[in-house]
């Protein structure tokens, strides 16, 4: 769906203070890399990780989540008592229920008319948390919407190397977590507007997804860890990527050389050269930060975007296409003209 009156009135990320290298894992893994006389260094020569993030102290995505919110809503300079929707997008989550959404929207204050849930769709929530609050705004239900994303990987990593260390851990078993230590912890958060309420903000255009369902078993993560096929994951992933981008040329128009940025989701440096590669995208025109923050799941396309705008690289009227894609398998390609 293609949007005519949404703004994005406020942008905030909040990057988790510890820095866990990767050197730190591999000194952790030693034994089990050398008992299963595995050399390859896969997450910083491969995956192109060098180091992650993670939360000082006990951190929940319902914490993470709002103080993103916060960071937002002062953003926009608009008082929370103005929103009609709160949308979470965490994979990290508090509890099964209530919702995480739930408890944001307690701890911001929010009034009793302010709808909230979650949305879940593996790294590609955000967007699809962008579109469902953009399709309200359109149809004029509300004026105001929020999306967060709080991401807390610290159990996971607290897990999975304890099962990769374990002294019958097989080489099998090894790979197939590897892609958990990828993981990073961070927040984002967006206010989106009715765009006469937002005047001179940037717009967001709206956007296109596909599905590839038959591959929904290529990744599968509880809170507590992850087991991915890697190869087919980017193998089936970059085709599906490549099916929607053509999409998106017919539907919104896009000529690859024309557009400004590209915010791709971070997942690592062999997924991003694919990526860019398949799509015939300038390198130079994509941001990263899968190195020094890891793949930190939905909240990685707001961070990025983010990030562009705080250093100064987004010019007005610049075409900043949006690149999602998760696990199960879904792709969205969206586009902000800012």
Not at 84 to 98: F, K
Not at 103 to 127: E, H, K, W, Y
Request: aromatic share 4%; glycine share 8%.
């Amino acid at each position: 769906m293609l949007f005519q009156h949404v703004a994005i009135a406020g942008l905030a990320h909040i990057d988790a203070p510890r820095r866990l290298s990767t050197d730190e894992i591999n000194a952790r893994l030693k034994p089990t890399l050398d008992r299963l006389n595995i050399r390859t260094d896969v997450l910083k020569d491969i995956a192109g990780i060098h180091a992650r993030r993670l939360w000082d102290g006990a951190m929940l995505a319902s914490d993470a989540a709002t103080l993103a919110g916060v960071k937002a809503l002062a953003d926009a300079g608009i008082d929370p008592s103005r929103l009609g929707l709160l949308v979470n997008t965490s994979v990290s989550r508090d509890y099964l229920e209530p919702s995480t959404a739930s408890i944001v929207s307690g701890n911001l204050g929010l009034p009793d008319t302010c709808q909230n849930f979650d949305i879940a769709n593996a790294c590609l929530a955000f967007i699809n948390g962008m579109d469902i609050a953009s399709r309200m705004i359109e149809r004029g239900e509300i004026d105001y919407a929020l999306v967060v994303d709080g991401e807390t990987a610290d159990l996971a990593y607290e897990k999975t190397l304890e099962r990769m260390t374990r002294v019958d851990v097989s080489e099998e078993d090894f790979r197939n977590e590897l892609a958990t230590l990828t993981l990073g912890s961070g927040a984002a958060g967006m206010v989106l507007a009715r765009a006469e309420l937002a005047p001179g903000a940037p717009r967001y255009r709206g956007g296109v997804t596909r599905a590839a369902t038959e591959w929904n078993k290529l990744c599968r993560g509880n809170l507590d860890g992850m087991i991915t096929d890697t190869r087919m994951l980017l193998i089936e992933g970059v085709k599906l990527a490549q099916k929607t981008f053509q999409v998106a040329t017919q539907k919104l128009g896009w000529v690859v050389e024309e557009l400004d940025e590209f915010v791709v989701h971070q997942v690592s440096k062999a997924h991003t050269a694919a990526f860019t590669k398949a799509m015939g995208i300038d390198p130079k025109k994509v941001m990263t930060i899968f190195g020094e923050h890891g793949n930190i799941g939905p909240a990685s396309v707001p961070i990025v975007l983010s990030k562009l705008r705080e250093m100064g690289r987004l010019k007005k009227g610049d075409r900043v296409a949006l690149l999602g894609i998760g696990s199960g398998l879904n792709c969205s390609m969206a586009e902000v003209v800012w």
